[in-house]
């Protein structure tokens, strides 16, 4: 059995750095937990805001203050220096909002100096791993990885310790519309619901039905296949031979959501056809090209 594959595609990179959150230089503290390198004052610490943790609740947090009020704070804020005398939240934005909510003058920091890329990395990490993020922000995360840093599906998925199915799956929430994605950010629909319904005709209607209806996720694909199955009955300003049956559309989409990536299947009449797989960068058909070598 191999070693995690996170830490063989960072070797001393990020997995170094995110196994050194739990170290730092020991100050006193007078408290139990993971020492700081230091107290600084928290108006000296601001958000990134590049975090892909938007999505805060303020009964959580309030929650979270009244502990940091009788107990302070245990694990120490990851932070990085910016300039002289300010630091950027690189983990641990829910406790420095507790801490400011807890009136706190002073919080515990751990100082790791690292670049954007590798902030935006641990960020994303460690909110994966704590399951911090919603579905909507982790894909926003990896999305901003794949477009700023060049990033590959197979790459996030060696860097998050999930499959790379999963990370395709998950930016494929990013083409559902605005009011789904509200949805999901609020957790009225979960990413399974959600995944279900990228290829349907009315995504947004879709969602308002199984949200009031209380569907499971298995109500919800079910529904969408119907949906998918409606718009593949032949219409009379439609050529016969040019619609597509509910068995190619379902095959489509679990191909569609196996890559990450648009596929299109037009059957010929001699039983033949054609398959085509839509890429918009060259990370992707590089991406195509290695998993057509495995088989």
């Not at 990490?125 to 477009?147: F, K, M, S, T």
């Not at 395709?168 to 009011?179: F, G, H, I, V």
């Not at 209806?213 to 969408?224: I, Y």
């Amino acid at each position: 059995m191999n070693d995690d594959p996170s830490k063989r595609r960072l070797g001393r990179g990020l997995a170094a750095l995110i196994g050194e959150m739990d170290q730092s230089t020991p100050v006193e503290t007078g408290r139990s937990g993971i020492n700081p390198d230091r107290m600084i004052p928290i108006e000296f610490v601001s958000r990134n805001p590049r975090n892909p943790r938007r999505y805060f609740d303020e009964a959580e947090l309030h929650d979270l203050a009244s502990s940091i009020r009788q107990h302070g704070i245990v694990q120490p804020v990851v932070v990085r220096t910016i300039s002289a005398d300010r630091y950027e939240i690189i983990a641990g934005e829910r406790r420095w909002r507790a801490a400011q909510l807890a009136g706190l003058v002073e919080i515990p920091v751990i100082v790791r100096d690292v670049d954007d890329k590798t902030a935006l990395e641990i960020a994303i990490v460690e909110n994966v791993q704590r399951a911090d993020l919603n579905p909507l922000e982790e894909a926003l995360g990896y999305e901003q990885l794949i477009a700023e840093h060049g990033y590959t599906q197979n790459d996030l998925g060696e860097i998050i310790g999930k499959s790379r199915s999963h990370v395709a799956n998950s930016l494929r929430l990013l083409k559902l519309p605005d009011p789904v994605r509200d949805m999901l950010a609020g957790g009225s629909l979960s990413a399974g619901h959600a995944r279900a319904l990228v290829s349907t005709s009315d995504p947004a209607a879709l969602a308002r039905t199984i949200v009031s209806k209380g569907m499971s996720v298995r109500d919800a694909e079910r529904l969408a296949q119907n949906d998918i199955k409606a718009q593949s009955e032949p219409r009379s300003a439609i050529p016969k031979g040019d619609t597509k049956d509910s068995d190619t559309l379902a095959l489509e989409r679990t191909l569609s959501d196996t890559l990450g990536l648009d596929v299109s299947i037009n059957h010929k009449g001699n039983g033949g056809g054609q398959v085509r797989i839509g890429y918009k960068t060259l990370e992707q058909l590089e991406e195509i090209c290695r998993l057509l070598e495995r088989r």
